[in-house]
T-cell receptor, first 109, second 115 residues
Framework: GQNIDQPTEMTATEGAIVQINCTYQ??????LFWYQQHAGEAPTFLSY??LDGLEEKGRFSSFLSRSKGYSYLLLKELQMKDSASYLC??????????WGAGTKLIIKP | GAVVSQHPSWVICKSGTSVKIECRSL??????MFWYRQFPKQSLMLMAT?????????EQGVEKDKFLINHASLTLSTLTVTSAHPEDSSFYIC???????????FGQGTRLTVV
């Protein structure tokens, strides 16, 4: 079957760095997405990785290792507004998105 | 990025009535639209995928006669929740993409409350 695993909840301190991991087992692979979702709102796109390596975009970076079925989202210089759920999603061979359950990130002052 | 507009943002309806939710792509042609449901503190659950001009493909366990999806044009898809019941109360979100583009863009979501 297809499976996306990510931690349910993480806590970090304002100004610090946090890494949210995602492991996956899917039927084929056409890229991995990270989305941010604030409570009561639709997800917003953060990053897309299809090749191995690190993609940096401002305070957010995303890493992919296809051989390990592993990705992480790195958030630097955490701000209170970063408190949200972070969803990992993999596009399978049929170009369908398989979603993880999301990681709720709590930022403390 | 591309814009997807979903309407209404929230709706309260009486049990047994039907509710229509619209999803529009404002600046691109949405050949494929996805409808999701999300219960509190849970991840997105794909309900159905619709391609313009074709019948929607429903995920297992989703009643096609209860959740009617129409994708008659390249910019509009609608989801109608028929004979709504309190257990249908949820956050419904659409997303749309063009052709084989990998990224799908999300609407703002619709909070449905059935009383």
């Amino acid at each position: 079957g297809q499976n996306i695993d990510q931690p349910t909840e993480m806590t970090a301190t304002e100004g610090a760095i946090v890494q949210i991991n995602c492991t996956y087992q899917t039927s084929g692979f056409n890229g991995l997405f990270w989305y941010q979702q604030h409570a009561g709102e639709a997800p917003t796109f953060l990053s897309y990785n299809v090749l191995d390596g690190l993609e940096e975009k401002g305070r957010f970076s995303s890493f992919l290792s296809r051989s390990k079925g592993y990705s992480y989202l790195l958030l630097k210089e955490l701000q209170m507004k970063d408190s949200a759920s972070y969803l990992c999603a993999v596009m399978d061979s049929n170009y369908q998105l398989i979603w993880g359950a999301g990681t709720k990130l709590i930022i403390k002052p | 990025g591309a814009v997807v507009s979903q309407h209404p943002s929230w709706v309260i309806c009486k049990s047994g009535t039907s509710v229509k939710i619209e999803c529009r792509s404002l600046d691109f042609q949405a050949t494929t639209m996805f409808w999701y449901r999300q219960f509190p503190k849970q991840s997105l659950m794909l309900m159905a995928t619709s391609n313009e001009g074709s019948k929607a493909t429903y995920e297992q366990g989703v009643e096609k006669d209860k959740f009617l999806i129409n994708h008659a044009s390249l910019t509009l898809s609608t989801l109608t929740v028929t004979s709504a019941h309190p257990e249908d109360s949820s956050f419904y979100i659409c997303s749309a993409k063009q052709g084989q583009d990998t990224e799908a863009f999300f609407g703002q979501g619709t909070r449905l409350t059935v009383v």
